[in-house]
């Protein structure tokens, strides 16, 4: 993730902070963007008691959501104006309970292509005592092209 | 997922179904349980606009987060009285836009085992013109035993 | 894996086991293509010492090469003649170790697409004790299109 | 993968070493043990015509191959005398086409654990115009505690 992206649109920044705004499950899970960079965005989560499983840890597939959305856009980051992404796939590993007073979803490109990219996250937990690393994903995304109704 | 298995605890609808009820973030997506047998667990999402993308399809994630409790729930369905289930990893594939009236999520166990469960499962979209599979997921389960905090 | 597929090609047994036979891969393992279907390929593999584990059963990298195979060939036989196929991602899970007389490796298209097609597989032991599952795959899989050099 | 591991067993390059010879896979393949670290194994694998698919590039499942074994014996260098390490899971993104002089499977541990660990790991292709990424790889091993017949 430490590589450099020559971004194709030069308003990513504005673009992908739009459609982040659209994402209305975003605002639903209290998820805001913290920032944005050519393949490269990074979402905060706060610990919220509405978003546990049983045992009172985020549940892993909200931990999913955020970190989906912070692989998906760091991919849309690198895409030209007229192309959307669609996630294909992920996989995500749960490395430590998601307990925490926040949530810190690192999303970056691993491999960009022009209808094929791969991205991968972490996530980690920020406490009193420190942070911890709490998920990892892989995923591969889709660039759509001109579609109706998939502008974003 | 058309095996028979044998639960090692007799009361496991009733304790499905309970911690399934400990998981806020079934109630804040507004899922419910639909149906438990041994080894299989069916989850009901309706569609809502606070759940969706910037396309207005459910996001990827919440898709995830639905089917993530259906297999985790079929893989905790045959564990004994003492054990509690983790998820350690998923991959999920969306194949088609998540868009329809409401979400069914099957989980089902292929591969039990004492300490690592094996489950796959598939997201159905229904809507007045039938329904439409948008996604699967295989994935992981650790089951952990006689832990504080972890008892459900 | 019970869907009917229309390949656009006519020819795609002939194409697809032209194909194979071109994987040295293939014959350095000793593996050879017994069924093709539009959409379903099966590849049977004998055991052999040489490509085993250190317990002596066949490697999992092996299982996952003859199901890539399976997998990948699944999807061929559905493209138009145009177009070459090359593996995106996959994931297998190791069910059981890989000992017995012979494998069977199974690629299904779950969902076929233009770019992108998901299939997904099994591979099972046979020995005079029957067959058991031993390993199950989900892989992505992209088809490209004219490009030079990966025309089969 | 810059983390630093305290190997349970002081002995862990010898017993990775042994374990890796007893792989007659890797024989068959060619690969030999170039690098083994606490946490950290590189294998190296020369180009073979014999392994390649059908555009004349290492097979994906060869690629694979040598990187599970990577990340097992990462996985493994970590573990006590009596444990031995089989593969639950793995998934591998393919990143570019596995064409060069030699390839180079690094694997690492990214969380260790008593019972479950997860590794991941990258495979390099060498050739007289420097090295390229070729592939990705995560994958969930397990410890197998005084088991007859996997010992090793």
Not at 54 to 78: K, M
Request: glycine share 10%; charged share 20%; hydrophobic share 40%.
């Amino acid at each position: 993730m430490t590589q450099v992206f020559q971004p194709e649109n030069p308003d990513f920044d504005t673009r992908v902070r739009h459609s982040f705004d659209l994402q209305k499950a975003m605002t639903t899970l209290g998820a805001s963007i913290a920032k944005v960079e050519a393949g490269k965005v990074i979402i905060h989560l706060p610990f919220d008691d509405k978003l546990t499983q049983q045992h009172g840890f985020i549940h892993a597939g909200i931990i999913s959501t955020v970190l989906d959305s912070a692989c998906g856009y760091a991919a849309f980051s690198l895409m030209p104006k007229n192309a959307a992404v669609l996630t294909i796939e992920y996989k995500i590993n749960l490395l430590s309970p998601a307990k925490g007073d926040w949530f810190e979803a690192i999303g970056g490109v691993k491999k960009p292509g022009r209808n094929v990219t791969v991205a991968e996250g972490e996530v980690y937990a920020h406490s009193g005592s420190g942070k911890k690393l709490v998920a990892s994903m892989v995923g591969t995304l889709m660039s759509v092209y001109d579609r109706e109704g998939i502008e974003h």
